[in-house]
T-cell receptor
Framework: KAGVTQTPRYLIKTRGQQVTLSCSPI?????VSWYQQTPGQGLQFLFE???????NKGNFPGRFSGRQFSNSRSEMNVSTLELGDSALYLC???????????????FGPGTRLTVT | AQSVTQLDSQVPVFEEAPVELRCNYS??????LFWYVQYPNQGLQLLLK??????LVKGINGFEAEFNKSQTSFHLRKPSVHISDTAEYFC???????????FGPGTRLSVLP
């Protein structure tokens, strides 16, 4: 079974631009979560999508948004990029169902975004 | 709110020596606990998890961890490390109510020849 894939793997953008990152979950997984990883802040939860609905959201500004399609693929968008948005963005998929307390997450390799 | 502390940001150890990576959490409710490993330029891989039951949990690659509720700790151990264990290790917690995981800052394990 193919793992979680993220595209692109590397991206360089300029301040003020916007960017869209893509995540394809493991086949059959309906939940996709996004995380931002930086040396200073570590791993921080951005949001989770389940069956095309945002189910949970971390403490990030509205410039960070996401969506999930009917095939469970997910995209996240960052508008008006700032230097501090430079990070590794990780996507994780899981078999989570409504009401389950625990579900194992499988992480993709990440997209490394550099903002100049 | 939950939080996770990993006191050691870097741990150098010689090959075949034992290692312990420390993790403490704060939560007022029952939690699930996890250790993940991240190799360079890769995503996170689950090493082991504690959901309930036995407090000693065994994971992949010879790692184990012990849940100590009174000390709110979940330290990771390996009796004999290999060069290939060089990576960053993250402790994470999830409670029964929240949907998201809270990760610690990570510990970089460097295994020296």
């Amino acid at each position: 079974k193919a793992g979680v894939t993220q595209t692109p793997r590397y991206l360089i953008k300029t301040r003020g631009q916007q960017v869209t990152l893509s995540c394809s979950p493991i086949s059959g997984h309906r939940s996709v979560s996004w995380y931002q990883q930086t040396p200073g802040q570590g791993l921080q939860f951005l949001f989770e999508y389940f069956s095309e609905t945002q189910r949970n959201k971390g403490n990030f500004p509205g410039r960070f948004s996401g969506r999930q399609f009917s095939n469970s693929r997910s995209e996240m968008n960052v508008s008006t990029l700032e230097l501090g948005d430079s990070a590794l963005y990780l996507c994780a998929s899981s078999l989570a169902f409504e009401g389950t307390l625990y579900y194992e997450q499988y992480f993709g390799p990440g997209t490394r975004l550099t903002v100049t | 709110a939950q939080s996770v502390t990993q006191l050691d940001s870097q741990v150098p150890v010689f090959e075949e020596a034992p290692v312990e990576l420390r993790c403490n959490y704060s939560s007022s409710v029952s939690v699930y606990l996890f250790w993940y490993v991240q190799y360079p330029n890769q995503g996170l891989q689950l090493l082991l998890k504690y959901l309930s039951g036995s407090t000693l949990v065994k994971g992949i690659n010879g790692f184990e961890a012990e849940f100590n509720k009174s000390q709110t700790s979940f330290h990771l151990r390996k009796p004999s490390v290999h060069i290939s264990d060089t990576a960053e290790y993250f402790c994470a917690v999830k409670d029964n109510y929240g949907q998201n995981f809270v990760f610690g800052p990570g510990t970089r394990l460097s295994v020296l020849p």
